[in-house]
């Protein structure tokens, strides 16, 4: 991909495509360079691997207290410097389940159903126990990874992650995995850009 970026006739070979011999990539990116986020997990390694590249690092966090993620987070950081990269080139971004209603109440009664059915099926394979409310309400708390509650209740929640954190640039909410309706979505897409947005600029 970084070659892909850089370079408009490619020279590459790999396992799950055939190789490129100097075919032209298109189309070309408006940006220059095109914005590339490395998307992390758990793994020290992919957090150094993101530094050593000093891409901008998207985390993962799909359960537990984000908080933990900050060794992790400063590897990153350190890896970048140490590779000669500047602290403003080394970004942040969190990606989350969440999902905003007008009350707290609202948004967990509407997001919990489909949400625990994605993920207890998801468990099934990977040896996780189903999703119980208790659990889900338990994530929603103030150190819980989902960002889910009030407008009010979520612009706290991430503010609070990002200085936990060092201090994200970015946060992205995943809501498809509760199945909602399209119009649901819509209007909470509509909260997050008129409500929260504006909020967590501010704070």
Not at 22 to 38: A, E, H, K, S
Not at 81 to 96: E, I, K, P, Q, S
Not at 181 to 197: D, K, Q, S
């Amino acid at each position: 991909m970084l070659t892909i970026r850089e370079n408009e006739y490619v020279h590459w070979s790999g396992t799950h495509r055939p190789a490129l011999t100097g075919q032209g990539v298109y189309p070309r990116p408006m940006q220059n360079p095109l914005p590339i986020w490395l998307g992390v997990g758990g793994t020290p390694q992919s957090f150094a691997r993101a530094g050593a590249l000093g891409l901008p690092l998207m985390v993962a966090i799909i359960g537990g207290e984000p908080r933990r993620f900050r060794p992790l987070i400063d590897l990153y950081r350190e890896t970048g410097r140490r590779h000669g990269y500047a602290a403003d080139r080394l970004t942040v971004g969190v990606h989350a389940p969440g999902y905003v209603a007008e009350t707290t109440q609202e948004a967990a009664d509407v997001f919990f159903p489909g949400f625990a059915r994605a993920v207890t099926d998801v468990g099934k394979e990977r040896g996780w126990p189903a999703m119980t409310r208790a659990a889900f309400d338990a994530q929603r708390g103030p150190q819980g990874a989902l960002l889910i509650g009030s407008p009010d209740e979520v612009v706290e929640k991430i503010v609070r992650h990002s200085e936990a954190l060092g201090g994200i640039s970015r946060i992205s909410f995943q809501m498809n995995a509760a199945s909602l309706p399209h119009a649901t979505l819509m209007t909470a897409i509509e909260t997050i850009g008129t409500r929260v947005a504006p909020l967590v600029r501010d704070a």
